[in-house]
């Protein structure tokens, strides 16, 4: 059978799909005329990509490496794997939510409110948004780290002002201009969230385009090299896992410091994967054919995750001992482990050019997360939860007001004024990948009660798209990463390892978040449900937009560049 026509009659049923008259309040999101909204502007390679380049950024070129120097390849590699099903489990929860309702608006939160209850949306929300502001930052960091491959002369502060102000500042006397334009970072992506969002998504499959191809590029490199195929025709194969070896002891001897080598980078290996799979639920309202580009976005993500995250790790692990010096938290932080690997291969001017590709990247992931983060509180605005200002959108369809707000937390880069930046680079990663372990601990409850609510109104057969293996993998999935946020921060348990710093970033999102949601519960008030009964949820409403929006996919033959 065609393919498209078979999506296309899927695509006809869902449109002939009757909704009955349900209460609409989850529906009217408080919007005005003089706000302006949001447009479907992104197409499906845009927002397969957008999560991509969200997913590929510093915590694979840079992050890996600090995995690597403190755990060893073995709990690097088998880290990357057990992320990847996890991620992916997320993704296809999302998904099948996302896919269902996909209005103009529509964040994460509001499924929380919707089928948790509001004060845990409201937290959720602000927790949300907080990390993703806190990437920008993260991202500048990295830039500077990766900037110290090509010099060190230049003291950090230098490079995070000019990532910062860059746009605005003209020809420096005292640097190449080649070098002031490629660590334009943050500029760069605020200019790119203000324009419309066509604009916005084309730049960043680009943006996105040049890390898939350069880590295709290094996986391949990867392979030569193992081979020996390089200048020296030294054919290292698997010589790192044998000498320094597979493990790095962690904290203890034996196999309990292997274990706590593969748990340890487990965490560790979180920041390469936050805040990237709801990308695509957080594109679901801007996007063209939601119910089609959405399941396609999700069942496509595993293979990327795979072949680039797995993939990078066995090629690091293979390329780079772990006890190389200039790895980050090793040394000088002065370098990403490819490069350190293509270096220590005798390849000449890869090295450089990879380097230049990390900055890329750093650039692209920047520009995604500044989008979630903008929409993040554009939709909270528009469901009550943020103040008014921020659902104010040009005549683009951008929200240009979340976007200023959500860029002002790029400050944070000024950190390594008074730190190191590898310091620094570990400090707001851990904030932001427990904020994030948090938040996705309640997106697996938000889905199980979706799933309730949907088997209990008997519409199973009719979504758009199921998750697969529910609700155990679901129910596995929360165990582990419950797990994982709990246990984030256990090295600064133990004897002569407790410090100060480690101990605040692993552990600050806790209160914060317990803050915001019961200082919102008593805003509320006390009497309200602390969580909403399964025969009170609403799965029907708002879904005349959706239909409308499925019925024009249908009318123009459901193709989609």
Known sequence: ???????????????????????????????????????????????????????????????????????????????????????????????????????????????????????????????????????????????????????????????????????????????????????????????????????????????????????????????????????????????YWVHPGSFKFFLKDGNTGKFLAVWDALIRAGFSYILSP??????????????????????????????????????????????????????????SPFVIGIHNAGIPVLDHILNAVALTAAWSAGNSQLYSASRMLYGMACNGKAPKIFRRCNRWGVPYMAVLASSLLSLFAYLNLSSNGADVFVWLTTIITVSGMINWNIILITYLRFRAAVNLNGIGHKLPFRSPLQPYSTYSTLMILSLMCITNGFAVFFPHNFSPAKFVTSYASFPIFLILYLGHRLWAGWKTAWIMPITELDVMSGLEEVEETTRRDVDSGGHFG
Request: hydrophobic fraction near 50%; glycine fraction near 8%; include cysteine.
């Open 278 to 335: 709801e990308i695509i639920a957080n594109t679901a309202g801007e996007c063209e054919a939601p119910r089609r580009n959405i399941p396609k976005a999700a069942r496509r993500y595993i293979w990327r995750l795979l072949l680039f995250y797995v993939g990078g790790a066995l090629v690091i692990g293979v390329i780079v001992p772990y006890n190389d010096k200039r790895l980050l938290g090793a040394g000088n932080a002065s370098a």
């Open 1 to 239: 059978m065609d393919i498209e026509a078979k999506s296309s009659g899927r695509d006809a049923e869902l449109a002939s799909q009757h909704v009955p008259n349900v209460d609409l309040k989850f529906h009217d999101f408080e919007r005005t005329v003089e706000d302006g909204n949001v447009e479907r502007g992104l197409k499906s390679r845009h927002i397969q990509l957008i999560a991509l380049g969200g997913t590929i950024g510093t915590g694979l070129f840079i992050g890996s490496g600090g995995v690597l120097a403190e755990t060893g390849p073995a709990p690097l590699l088998i880290s990357y794997l057990i992320m990847s099903a996890l991620v992916w489990i997320l993704t296809l929860d999302l998904a099948e939510m996302a896919s269902w309702l996909p209005l103009r608006g529509m964040t994460i939160p509001y499924l929380v409110q919707r089928f948790v209850e509001p004060s845990l949306a409201f937290a959720f929300g602000w927790n949300y948004w907080f990390a993703y502001s806190m990437i920008p930052p993260a991202e500048a960091t990295a830039s500077a780290v990766i900037m110290e491959y090509w010099t060190t002369a230049v003291p950090p502060a230098v490079w995070i002002t000019i990532i910062i102000v860059g746009e605005n500042c003209g020809p420096c006397p005292n640097f190449p201009l080649w070098l002031i334009t490629d660590v334009r970072v943050l500029a760069v992506c605020v200019l790119l969230n203000l324009m419309a969002v066509k604009y916005y998504g084309e730049v960043e499959f680009w943006f996105a385009s040049v890390k898939v191809i350069a880590i295709l590029v290094l996986l391949i490199i990867g392979i030569v090299i193992f081979f020996g195929g390089t200048p020296t025709h030294d054919r290292i194969g698997f010589r």
